[in-house]
């Protein structure tokens, strides 16, 4: 079978989360499944760390074939992805910036 695991699974399974149930759980780890998660999941995981409302290390991405876990990147390289990562720090300041930015200053720019 093969298994698409969203963000929140991901952070329940990393975290050994009881919510995640048993049938979820005993799916993930049968290795006869292909799981897979997408690069997506771990820019939402990066966005809510640097908003101070998850503890997320990106290096994680370093375990995920040792976890069984494929991930899907519309990229050539999955390091090139993890590098996009750490450019969201960058993006989260630029935007804030912008966001609190009077009206007059946002249509200067624009």
């Known amino acids: 079978m093969r298994l698409l695991i969203d ?9 050994e989360d009881t ?3 048993s049938a979820a759980l005993k799916a993930l780890r049968d290795t006869s499944n292909q799981v ?6 771990f820019f939402e995981m990066t966005i809510k760390a640097s908003v101070g409302k998850l ?4 290096s994680v991405m370093d375990d995920l074939p040792k976890m ?4 899907i990147a519309p990229c050539r390289s999955a390091l090139h992805c993890k590098n996009m ?7 989260r300041i630029l935007l804030t ?5 009077s009206p007059s ?6």
């Open 85 to 91: 990562l750490s450019s969201i720090q960058t993006i």
């Open 97 to 101: 910036t912008y966001l609190l930015r």
């Open 19 to 21: 919510r995640l149930g």
């Open 36 to 41: 897979f998660i997408s690069y997506f999941a």
């Open 68 to 71: 069984g876990i494929e991930l």
């Open 7 to 15: 963000t929140q699974v991901f952070i329940w399974l990393i975290n």
């Open 55 to 58: 503890d997320f290390d990106s």
């Open 105 to 110: 200053q946002k249509n200067a720019h624009l």
